[in-house]
């Protein structure tokens, strides 16, 4: 059973206040235990390849953020609708509720103190304005790095959240999620992260102050990159640049990716790689093509759960638009030059 806090939650998820939903099965791929700095965390059971799904659940809780403070009622009391939300839970979630951490102590509400502490934000919910975020009882004990090794996405659709892969990685390593934007310079993580009550020590987070601003110039430019193709398509079909040259920055841009430990940002990382396979595409560097778009479906999984159109370009690079276009630029101007 999932609580749903306020009629607002429901009618974003179409559906009624309290939903009992089918419990996920599949073999565990983690395991709960102590970290040798954060408490308890989430290790991985078994390599994990990237893209892959380490768990899958139900939240206990979804509620909108901004949840209302009734001020007149006394300490401890005064957010009803989530005191209510939590009550309607089973005994044995409702003590999975109570058993996350409270790092909030000067919060009165320990319901409140325990959401502050363990949720996870879920966004915008289909036809509603508000920002929402939930409560897990796997998801909430996943630890924090800026440098995550693990991506969750939100399914509205199935009332669940996902936990993936974002790099690869080997069985007892704890699994990592960012709390905080991760292309935010050190001092401003650190700053988001305070209310969590631990510092982070991440290897961006633990750099000397000398080295620290490479990496937080590093993290900046992860967020941005060009998303047309105009450049490539110059090169593509000027036979008088090198063949060195094409994607020459999204190289630079993957270089960046995994001097921060692998960070491949949301959304952003997807133009920089389909240049990538595209530059071996008009190469007709079937490999190189092979590889890259492994690695856009890898990420897209990842981040989405689907594949996102990557696996097709992966068996079949010799079908895209970008084959042989160097080729057929060469072929042209050594006619043009008869
Ligand atoms: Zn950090």
Redesign the pocket.
């Known amino acids: 059973m999932v609580a749903l806090c306020s009629l607002t939650v429901a009618e974003a998820l179409n559906t009624t206040s309290f939903v009992t939903l089918p419990v996920y099965t599949a073999r565990a791929r983690t395991y709960v235990a102590k970290t040798e700095s954060s408490g308890l965390g989430v290790f991985a059971s078994t390599d994990v390849a990237r893209g892959e799904l380490l768990f899958r659940e139900h939240p206990l809780l979804v509620y909108p953020q901004m949840v209302p403070f009734h001020s007149f009622r006394p300490p401890g009391e005064q957010y009803p609708e989530l005191d209510d939300a939590i009550s309607k839970l089973s005994a044995t979630d409702r003590q999975a509720f109570f058993n996350l951490a409270n790092s909030c102590p000067y919060e009165s509400s320990p319901t409140k103190g325990i959401i502050d502490t363990n949720a996870v934000h879920i966004g915008l919910l289909s036809g509603s304005q508000a920002e929402y975020a939930a409560v897990c009882k796997q998801l909430s004990r996943v630890n924090h790095?800026?440098s995550p090794n693990g991506h969750y996405h939100f399914c509205p659709s199935s009332l669940s959240l996902e936990l993936r892969a974002l790099q690869p990685i080997s069985a007892h390593t704890e699994v990592t999620i960012s709390y905080v934007d991760p292309t935010l310079p050190?001092a401003a993580?650190l700053a988001a992260l305070a209310s969590y009550a631990f510092t982070?020590?991440?290897p961006?987070?633990s750099l000397p102050e000398s080295v620290s601003p490479e990496s937080d110039a590093r993290r900046a430019f992860l967020a941005r990159t060009v998303t047309d193709d105009a450049a490539l398509s110059r090169w593509a079909r000027d036979p008088s640049l090198p063949d060195a040259m094409g994607a020459l920055a999204d190289r630079a841009y993957v270089r960046a990716c995994e001097a921060e430990g692998g960070l491949f940002i949301e959304d952003a990382w997807t133009a920089p790689i389909a240049r990538l396979v595209k530059a071996c595409c008009a190469l007709e560097d079937a490999p190189g093509a092979r590889e890259w778009a492994r690695r856009g479906r890898e990420l897209s999984l990842a981040f989405t759960g689907e594949d996102g159109g990557w696996a097709e370009v992966e068996r079949w690079p010799e079908r895209t638009g970008w084959w042989g276009l160097r080729r057929r630029a060469k072929e042209a101007a050594a006619t043009a030059a008869l």
Do not use: E, L
Request: aromatic residues 0%; positive net charge; charged residues 20%.
């Open positions: 790095s800026c050190r993580r982070c020590t991440c961006s987070c």
